[in-house]
C-alpha cells in the first residue's frame, strides 16, 4: 500500500484566494511569506506533497475541500524565496485542524468519485464538443488564435477536472465542482455551463457579423 492510498492522513495547507486545483493540473507557484517557506522546506524534506484549499476573498472564509499538491519542480531565489511548478494529485476534504502555527497542518481523507453506473463516454465528447465551440466562437470574437491542447484529456474524469480547471473567474462554481463525488454530474454541469456560454459567444458573433456588414 502507498502512502496516497491511506485514507487518513496529516497534510500541511496552503490557502490561496479564489484558486481551486484539480487531480491532473499544474499549479506554478511562488513563494515569499515567510510561514510557507518554512512549510516548502520541511515539505521538501518528505515527501513534497501539500494541501491547497481556496479562500473566498469576500468572507475569508476556507474552503472544507482542498485538492492535494506535489512539488515537481523548485527554483530557490537569493532572498530564500522559492518558485515552483506542482501538479495536482488526490481530493480532500479536512477533518480537523492540528495545528495552525506557523502553517496549518490538517487531518485530511482522500475522496474519490463513485463508480460510474453508465458509460459516460458519449457525454464526455459533447462536452468536448461544446469546449470546441466555445474556443472557436471566442477566437473568432477577439480576432486571436486561441486553440485546446493536443494533450487533451480523453477520459471523462481527468477531461471534466481539465473543463472544471479552465472555468476562469468564477472560482465558487470550480470548488462546487471539486466537491462533487460523481463524474456524470460534473459533467452534466460543465455541459450546461458551455452550452450556455456557447450559446451567449454565438449571439455576440451574429451581431458582430451584422455590425459588420453594414
Known amino acids: 500500500m502507498t502512502s496516497s492510498s491511506i485514507a487518513v492522513r496529516e497534510l500541511p495547507l496552503f490557502p490561496l484566494p479564489e484558486v481551486v486545483l484539480f487531480p491532473t493540473r499544474p499549479l506554478p507557484l511562488h513563494i515569499f511569506e515567510f510561514r510557507y517557506r518554512i512549510m516548502m522546506n520541511t515539505i521538501l524534506e518528505n515527501d ?14 476556507i474552503a ?3 485538492c492535494c499538491a506535489e512539488i515537481l ?17 488526490q481530493r480532500f476534504r479536512v477533518l480537523e485542524y492540528v495545528r495552525e502555527k506557523p502553517y496549518r497542518v490538517g487531518l485530511v ?30 477566437a473568432k470574437l477577439t480576432n486571436q488564435k486561441i486553440e485546446l491542447p493536443d494533450d487533451l484529456p480523453s477520459l ?14 468564477v472560482a465558487s462554481e470550480q ?37 459588420g456588414n453594414d
Not at 48 to 61: E, N, Q, S, Y
Not at 109 to 134: F, G, N, Q, T, Y
Not at 180 to 198: F, G, H, V, Y
Request: with cysteine; aromatic share 6%; charged share 30%.
Open 175 to 211: 470548488q462546487s465542482l471539486l466537491e462533487m463525488q460523481d463524474t456524470l454530474k460534473r459533467l452534466q454541469r460543465e455541459q450546461e455551463i458551455l452550452s450556455s456560454t456557447r450559446n451567449h459567444l454565438a449571439a455576440r458573433t451574429v451581431l458582430k457579423d451584422a455590425l
Open 73 to 89: 519542480h523548485f527554483q530557490r531565489l537569493p532572498d530564500d524565496r522559492m518558485k515552483m511548478l506542482t501538479l495536482g494529485q
Open 109 to 138: 481523507e482522500w475522496i474519490e468519485d463513485c463508480s460510474p453506473s453508465e458509460d459516460l463516454r458519449p457525454i464526455a465528447k459533447e462536452v468536448e464538443e461544446l469546449l470546441r465551440d466555445v474556443v472557436r466562437l471566442s
Open 156 to 169: 471523462p474524469t481527468e477531461l471534466s477536472y481539465w473543463v472544471a480547471s479552465n472555468l476562469y473567474g
Open 48 to 61: 513534497r506533497r501539500f494541501g491547497v484549499l481556496a479562500i473566498d476573498p469576500a468572507t475569508g472564509k
Open 64 to 66: 472544507n475541500y482542498g
